[in-house]
């Protein structure tokens, strides 16, 4: 059983362009989460998807936007990227819905705006 | 006010030293209490996991929540090197797998 990936590992942008990252959830875990971690800071949520519905969402603008594939895979987007989008973007995984759960965080991508 | 607070540290201490970490809250509506370690350049890990009021021990870890003050606490017991990490409390109001509300993170390092 594979854990959460991410894709890139890292990467470097320009204030104004587009991002897309990308996350494999942990096999047969049906939720994914993102969360953007500032440097020195903890994770803030910035959106859940549950069977590719989103499923809530943080106080982020709408040009960040997300994806979840029929095999639960997930995107998320940043249009016209701010220098302070610059962080750590972590994709969790759940198993399903439910109180007991946890999520399980991949090893996160690295976005760096100039 | 931050829902969640967390001292940030850093805090140092001794290989076999009893480890104390904290974190407040403001909401009273988080039922579902967390502690997280994470690793330079890595993605949180879960470490304990706790529902409502109460002590859990696993292992060296042991964690506690007092819903009446809002403040949860994680101490390690016999601290090793290999605790080197940031401790990140997190909290719910809905469950684990639910929207989790994270706290800035301690840095620990434990020296030999």
């Known amino acids: 059983e594979t854990g959460v990936t991410q894709s890139p590992t890292h990467l470097i942008k320009t204030r104004g362009q587009q991002v897309t990252l990308r996350c494999s959830s942990q096999s047969g875990h049906n939720t994914v989460s993102w969360y953007q971690q500032a440097l020195g800071q903890g994770p803030q949520f910035i959106f859940q998807?549950?069977?590719?519905?989103?499923?809530g969402r943080g106080n982020f603008p709408p040009r960040f936007s997300g994806l979840q594939f029929p095999n639960y895979s997930s995107e998320l987007n940043v249009n016209a990227l701010e220098l302070d989008d610059s962080a750590l973007y972590l994709c969790a995984s759940s198993l399903d819905r439910g109180v007991g759960d946890t999520q399980y965080f991949g090893p996160g991508t690295r976005l760096t705006v100039l | 006010q931050k829902e969640v607070e967390q001292d940030p540290g850093p805090l140092s201490v001794p290989e076999g030293a009893i480890v104390s970490l904290n974190c407040t809250y403001s909401n009273s509506a988080f039922q579902y209490f967390m502690w997280y370690r994470q690793y330079s350049r890595k993605g949180p890990e879960l470490l304990m996991y706790t529902y409502s009021s109460g002590n859990k021990e696993d292992g060296r870890f042991t964690a506690q929540v007092d819903k009446s003050s809002k403040y949860i606490s994680l101490f390690i017991r016999d601290s090793q090197p290999s605790d080197s990490a940031t401790y990140l409390c997190a909290m719910s109001a809905q469950g684990g797998s639910e929207k989790l509300v994270f706290g800035k993170g301690t840095k620990l390092t434990v020296n030999p």
């Open positions: 998807y549950y069977r590719e519905e989103e499923n």
